[in-house]
T-cell receptor, first 113, second 113 residues
Framework: AQSVAQPEDQVNVAEGNPLTVKCTYS??????LFWYVQYPNRGLQFLLK????DNLVKGSYGFEAEFNKSQTSFHLKKPSALVSDSALYFC???????????WGAGTKLIIKP | SQTIHQWPATLVQPVGSPLSLECTVE??????LYWYRQAAGRGLQLLFY??????ISSEVPQNLSASRPQDRQFILSSKKLLLSDSGFYLC????????????FGQGTRLTVV
């Protein structure tokens, strides 16, 4: 069965420090991996995706993610956190044989000044 | 460019009343369309998806139904709302291939009283 795990319910980071939001997945076949951000009472915004190619993917707002096939992970990273990065982050995966997205439970990121 | 419109933004309805939420997409043809519900600001639950006009698949048996009367129009309905139907409803679209990211509307906050 396909699944996505975001093991941290909440991540706290000081402004200016690097941040990592973790995501691991389980799918049959090649995975397509996505990260989204959600601000309060708003829809989700697409940040970045991994389809194939370079394992390090760069996206919006200075975020990047690294695909690690052996560890079945796709962690979201940013070198220097901003207070405005505080939001809810979702990881999602789609197998190449299925167009439905499987979503993680979300990780609340709090950046403290 | 493509845009997605979802309305209304907020809605308060009495128990037993009907519901109609509408979502339209502009700037693309034959999109995949999705309705999600998000409870308590966290996980996303896929309610319905559609790959074409009149083609609706339901993921979860419930008090809701969906229709796609036009290529870029997706409607979520209920004949009689229940208290448990309260939540944040999100419409989304994607191109019809497995590597495509989904784009979300701004969401509708439904409160059933």
């Amino acid at each position: 069965a396909q699944s996505v795990a975001q093991p941290e319910d909440q991540v706290n980071v000081a402004e200016g420090n690097p941040l990592t939001v973790k995501c691991t997945y389980s799918v049959s076949g090649n995975p397509y991996l996505f990260w989204y951000v959600q601000y309060p009472n708003r829809g989700l915004q697409f940040l970045l995706k991994y389809i194939t190619g370079d394992n390090l993917v760069k996206g919006s707002y200075g975020f990047e993610a690294e695909f690690n096939k052996s560890q079945t992970s796709f962690h979201l990273k940013k070198p220097s956190a901003l207070v405005s990065d505080s939001a809810l982050y979702f990881c999602a995966v789609r197998a190449d044989s299925n167009y439905q997205l499987i979503w993680g439970a979300g990780t609340k990121l709090i950046i403290k000044p | 460019s493509q845009t997605i419109h979802q309305w209304p933004a907020t809605l308060v309805q009495p128990v037993g009343s009907p519901l109609s939420l509408e979502c339209t997409v502009e700037g693309t043809s034959n999109p995949n369309l999705y309705w999600y519900r998000q409870a308590a600001g966290r996980g996303l639950q896929l309610l319905f998806y559609s790959v074409g006009i009149g083609q609706i698949s339901s993921e979860v048996p419930q008090n809701l139904s969906a229709s796609r009367p036009q290529d870029r129009q997706f409607i979520l309905s209920s004949k009689k709302l229940l208290l448990s139907d309260s939540g944040f409803y999100l419409c989304a679209w994607s191109l019809p291939w497995t590597g495509a990211e989904a784009f979300f509307g701004q969401g509708t906050r439904l409160t059933v009283v």
